[in-house]
């Protein structure tokens, strides 16, 4: 029964990016152009939320959905690795026109072209995994 909770929020999340057009390549461009807001603005609005629920979760203790302590581990400070990584991302998202999260909703869609950006990105984090011994971190 939890599962088919979880099913119905990803419906409904994937409802909300396509309406909301953060699935559209045509959005993506924009942004990527600097020649509108509107992503932007939803990924701020992302991440405002983000770190509000993440400073509720820590302020209030709040459990998990099976009654555990949520722990939230420091981050490493290392900032070559993540303007690496990000620079990586930002250029996968550039090249398929999709972050993670729409590539699944764009081939429900009937955007099947995304099948070759998803086995990419399955490719990638694969590779990942291989190097992540020899990589810095």
């Known amino acids: 029964m939890k599962l088919l909770k979880f099913f119905f929020v990803g419906i409904f999340f994937g409802i909300v990016l396509v309406k909301s057009e953060v699935v559209s390549w045509y959005r ?5 152009k600097f020649q509108s ?5 939803i990924i701020g609005s992302a991440v405002f939320l983000g770190v509000l629920l993440f400073w509720l979760i820590k ?6 959905i099976d ?4 722990h939230l581990p420091p981050k490493d ?16 998202w550039a090249l398929g026109g999709a972050c993670p999260g729409p590539m699944y909703i764009l081939l429900g869609t009937g955007v099947f072209s995304m099948l070759i950006v998803i086995v990419a990105a399955v490719l990638g984090t694969f590779t990942y995994g291989v190097l992540k011994d020899k990589l810095p971190h």
Do not use: C, P, Q, T
């Open 28 to 32: 993506i461009f924009e942004m990527f």
């Open 37 to 41: 807001f509107h992503m932007y603005g």
């Open 59 to 64: 302020k209030l203790n709040l459990k998990s």
């Open 67 to 70: 009654g555990d302590a949520i």
């Open 77 to 92: 400070r290392g900032f070559v690795s993540y303007i690496l990584g990000g620079s990586i991302f930002g250029l996968g």
